[in-house]
Structure formats: structure tokens, C-alpha cells
């Protein structure tokens, strides 16, 4: 393909980095299932060389994802998690790192529970609030990692704002971007210097493979990036990569559906007798609404709500659903529901977690591709079957 900078976003998720076989003509990425390759001479290979330093089907990934981030370096690997560990890598002890009070559970558990038992600090505050993010900033901080929105309550962060603050701290500021996705946002844009996505998510699309993802665009980052995915080894196998590859072709027009889907159903959640609270960043109500119209190009497909419920009835709810499957993880064509206080956030302690805005009654739903009608009906029912 020529200059893939030259297209646009849906021409180059189907394009970029891939290129027919050239000995078969093969249309697709062919799934390169090798361990080791043939060396011409000792030392002189063809690229490749052992299969956790690289493979040609993660390559082609790799490449992908970097286009469709507008970066110039991909790294792919075998989770989510195992992204985000590779930029705590960059990280020494006596590093402090500030980052979200309501960040998602299992990046909490790594920050908490890993990596502070080797002298790394944490500042968890409000990243909505750039003066508070500032103030939290000390001599020894070495990154912001920023989740936007953030899992679960959907708090909108202002990244060019972060990025600033950053980089007047000599920091790193990588962001999440799992729930946005590339089609909707793209921090490199607004000044961060990493991005990190769970591929598990929207960009695989069919909750069947597990991958994360690393892009930026500074070429020193990058090396040292691909020095901790190689010296470590969370990489994804080439079946793995094969999946995402088939997940990012179709990404723009499944995160259209999902983008619609979410709007209806957070008006109609809105409006809900049994709600409390609804968390959509396009609703003209939430508070980070403006700022989300100007960062990103749409809403997303995730939606959080508040029900005036204990902890007993909220589960009760989500397992009464029948077309939202009770399930964690989220960005399938399928609809999800879940309860972060039992399910993904459970790792948070309760008054952390309390204190951050997770309440017992809190659900989040990651809406999916079906008929938006049918999504009502299933809420409208587990309401009424648990609430009355």
C-alpha cells in the first residue's frame, strides 16, 4: 500500500501495515506459527529471528495499530496488563507517578499491589482537575498515567492539559485509550507521549483474543519500549495478532453502531424512574460533556449508571439481564453488564474505591452492536423483576 498517511481512518484500519503475500498473493496476513528462523550465516538473518524478538504477523499489527494512533512505533503484546507493566518498566525506585482516583481495578492492583513493593509511589487524585493534578506533582515524578474516559465512572480527562503538565515536570504522560479507541481519539495528537490499549477491547471487537498495545512516536521510547517486550516476553502469539488484525478492519463501522446504541440507551436511562445517576459523556448533563466534544469525534459505547440499590439488588439486577450477558470485560459486538464493586474493581479496598464514587449500586454497561430496542426491553425487565 502506498503512504498510509495519505487515507483515511476506515481505508487505513483495513490497510495499513498489510500487504498481499508476495509468494501466493494471499489477500490476508498470513498466521506466521513459528518459533525460530532459518539464518543465511550465523548472525545474518531476514529479520527475523526468534519469535518473541519478532514475527511477521505482529509486525503487520504492530504496524496497524501505529497508523491508526497517527504514531510511528507499534508494540504489541499479550494483555493489556502486560502493556501497561512495560511503561512502569521505564520506571526506578523512588519514581512517583500520578494517575486517577477511579482508574481501572486491575491497573490499581498493579500500581498498588506490584509495584509499590519496589519503592514506586502512587498519587491517585482528580484528573479532572488539572490544578489538582499539578499540585500533586513532585520532584520524583516520572509519568501521568491517564485513563480517559475513565473505567467505570466515564470522567473525562483533558490530555493536551496532562501532556502540559508533564512535560513541564520532565514526565512521561501515557494514556489509556481503551475505551475511546483511535476511531474516536487520539491522544499523540494532544501531546501525549504513549499510548496504551487492552486490544481484548473494541480494537479485537469479538471477545475472543486477549493483547494489549503500545504506541508513540519518539523513537528512543520506542527502543526502550522494545527492550522490556523482548526481556520480558508479554508478547501475543501470531493467532492472537491474526484476530486483532481481523478486529481493526471493521472497527469504524462497529464503533458507529456502538456509539449509537450507547447515546439511546443513556437518554432512556436518563429519564429512568429506577436511576439514579447516569455517567455517558454525551449527555449535555455530564460534566466533562464539553470537553469530550472537543477531544473526541464521538461519545463511545460504554455507559454507567447509579441505582438506588444495595450492593444485593444491584447484583440481583445484572444477573437477571438476558440480552446484556453478565460478564467483565467490555468493546464486543456483544452487550456486557457488570458490577464494579464485586467484578472489576473488586481489588480496590471498599472505602477507597466509596471515596473514588464507586458505590454499591453502580453498573456498567458496555453496549453492543444488537437492536437498541431489545437492549431497553432487557433493562426495563431486570429492573422491574429486582426493583418492582
Given at each position: 500500500?502506498?503512504?498510509?498517511?495519505?487515507?483515511?481512518?476506515?481505508?487505513?484500519?483495513i490497510h495499513a501495515g498489510q500487504e498481499p503475500d508476495e509468494e501466493t498473493g494471499a489477500l490476508m496476513t498470513p498466521i506466521y506459527a513459528n518459533s525460530t528462523y532459518v539464518q543465511d550465516a550465523p548472525g545474518d538473518h531476514r529479520g527475523y529471528e526468534y519469535s518473541r524478538t519478532g514475527n511477521p504477523t505482529r509486525t503487520d499489527l504492530e504496524a496497524n495499530l501505529a497508523s491508526l494512533e497517527g504514531g510511528e512505533f507499534?508494540?504489541?503484546?499479550?494483555?493489556?496488563?502486560?502493556?501497561?507493566?512495560?511503561?512502569?518498566?521505564?520506571?526506578?525506585?523512588g519514581d512517583h507517578v500520578v494517575t486517577s482516583e477511579d482508574v481501572y481495578g486491575g491497573t490499581h492492583r498493579i500500581f498498588t499491589q506490584v509495584y509499590a513493593d519496589y519503592d514506586v509511589e502512587f498519587s491517585f487524585v482528580d484528573m479532572t482537575n488539572?490544578?489538582?493534578?499539578?499540585?500533586?506533582?513532585?520532584?520524583?515524578?516520572?509519568?501521568?498515567?491517564?485513563?480517559?474516559?475513565?473505567?467505570?465512572?466515564?470522567?473525562v480527562v483533558d490530555i493536551a492539559a496532562m501532556a502540559d503538565i508533564a512535560a513541564d515536570a520532565d514526565a512521561l504522560c501515557a494514556v489509556d485509550n481503551t475505551f475511546a479507541t483511535p476511531y474516536l481519539q487520539r491522544p499523540l495528537d494532544l501531546g501525549a507521549d504513549i499510548v496504551s490499549h487492552s486490544l481484548t477491547k473494541y480494537l479485537g471487537g469479538h471477545s475472543d483474543v486477549v493483547g494489549g498495545a503500545l504506541v508513540t512516536d519518539d523513537p528512543e521510547l520506542d527502543e526502550q519500549l522494545g527492550f522490556y517486550q523482548n526481556s520480558v516476553?508479554?508478547?501475543?502469539?501470531?493467532?492472537?495478532?491474526?484476530?486483532?488484525?481481523?478486529?481493526?478492519?471493521t472497527l469504524g463501522v462497529r464503533m458507529d453502531r456502538h456509539c449509537d446504541?450507547?447515546?439511546?440507551?443513556?437518554?432512556?436511562?436518563?429519564?429512568?424512574?429506577?436511576?439514579?445517576?447516569?455517567y455517558y459523556p454525551g449527555l449535555d448533563s455530564h460534566p466533562g460533556h464539553e470537553l469530550a466534544a472537543e477531544q473526541m469525534d464521538d461519545f463511545g459505547g460504554m455507559v454507567s449508571f447509579e441505582l438506588d440499590a444495595s450492593l444485593e439488588e444491584a447484583a440481583e439486577v445484572v444477573a437477571e439481564t438476558?440480552?446484556?450477558?453478565?460478564?467483565?470485560?467490555?468493546?464486543?459486538?456483544?452487550?456486557?453488564i457488570e458490577q464494579p464493586a464485586?467484578?472489576?474493581?473488586?481489588?480496590?479496598?471498599?472505602?477507597?474505591?466509596?471515596?473514588?464514587?464507586?458505590?454499591?449500586?453502580?453498573?456498567?454497561?458496555?453496549?453492543?452492536?444488537?437492536?437498541?430496542?431489545?437492549?431497553?426491553?432487557?433493562?426495563?425487565?431486570?429492573?422491574?423483576?429486582?426493583?418492582?
Open positions: 500500500m502506498t503512504d498510509s498517511d495519505d487515507f483515511r481512518f476506515e481505508t487505513r484500519s507499534g508494540r504489541a503484546f499479550s494483555s493489556g496488563m502486560g502493556s501497561i507493566n512495560t511503561v512502569l518498566n521505564l520506571l526506578d525506585a488539572p490544578d489538582e493534578v499539578a499540585a500533586a506533582v513532585r520532584d520524583e515524578t516520572k509519568l501521568l498515567w491517564v485513563e480517559t474516559p475513565t473505567n467505570p465512572l466515564l470522567n516476553g508479554a508478547t501475543p502469539g501470531p493467532h492472537d495478532c491474526f484476530l486483532v488484525l481481523r478486529g481493526t478492519k446504541n450507547a447515546r439511546t440507551i443513556a437518554r432512556w436511562l436518563d429519564d429512568h424512574e429506577a436511576v439514579e445517576t447516569v438476558e440480552v446484556f450477558t453478565l460478564a467483565e470485560s467490555l468493546g464486543g459486538v456483544e452487550s456486557l464485586t467484578m472489576t474493581h473488586a481489588a480496590i479496598p471498599r472505602e477507597e474505591r466509596l471515596a473514588a464514587g464507586l458505590s454499591d449500586g453502580l453498573i456498567r454497561a458496555s453496549v453492543g452492536i444488537e437492536h437498541v430496542d431489545d437492549l431497553k426491553a432487557d433493562l426495563q425487565q431486570a429492573f422491574e423483576a429486582v426493583l418492582g
